[in-house]
T-cell receptor, first 107, second 111 residues
């Protein structure tokens, strides 16, 4: 069993749909990161969370420390949101990565 | 605008060649990392550094080596490249209470 698990593995959506990606972790972490990786390979850091909720544009990330669970929401999804979304737990200055969720948004 | 730079972006080389992948950051971050990622797969930590003259091997065994002579520079070297080294190599940096910043990656192909 992975220490950081994501669901779903693959997700397809129509433009405009509300999207949720879930992340559960079984190890102690000081923060949880949400990352976005486009087909070109580069990675962009979307959020770093240690509690509560953060919002940036159409993206919202939440974390429940007691339940060891985090969610990434995308409102009004757009084809340019198509990417792999990765959650990662920060443990003693190292990241423990989930397996990623491949999102495709169709026009 | 990227604050962490990796070069080259793509590299195709022959077996047995020595190569160095460059990574530089302008944020003054103490911590730097090298990850290896095969297509469609997870990232694996191969090297990290907590500061100048500090380098450690990561969770995934790698035949590469790294150095950290200056805070901003963390190059990765393969003394003798092999086809099994074909992969994407991503560099990242972080600081206390700060998120991670990733480079664009180097996609290496050894033929």
């Amino acid at each position: 069993k992975n220490e950081v698990e994501q669901s779903p593995q693959n997700l397809t959506a129509q433009e405009g749909e509300f999207i949720t990606i879930n992340c559960s972790y079984s190890v102690g972490i000081s923060a949880l990161h949400w990352l976005q990786q486009h087909p070109g390979g580069g990675i962009v850091s979307l959020f770093m969370l240690s509690s509560g909720k953060k919002k940036h544009g159409r993206l919202i990330a939440t974390i429940n420390i007691q339940e060891k669970h985090s969610s990434l929401h995308i409102t009004a999804s757009h084809p340019r949101d198509s990417a792999v979304y990765i959650c990662a737990g920060r443990n003693t200055d190292k990241l423990i990565f989930g397996t990623g969720t491949r999102l495709q948004v169709f026009p | 605008e990227a604050d962490i730079y990796q070069t080259p972006r793509y590299l195709v080389i022959g077996t047995g060649k020595k190569i160095t992948l460059e990574c530089s950051q302008t944020m003054g971050h103490d911590k730097m990392y090298w990850y290896q990622q095969d297509p469609g797969m997870e990232l694996h930590l191969i090297h990290y550094s907590y500061g100048v003259n500090s380098t450690e091997k990561g969770d995934l065994s790698s035949e590469s080596t790294v150095s950290r002579i200056r805070t901003e520079h963390f190059p990765l070297t393969l003394e003798s490249a092999r086809p099994s080294h074909t992969s994407q190599y991503l560099c990242a940096s972080s600081a206390a209470n700060y998120g991670y910043t990733f480079g664009s990656g180097t996609r290496l192909t050894v033929v």
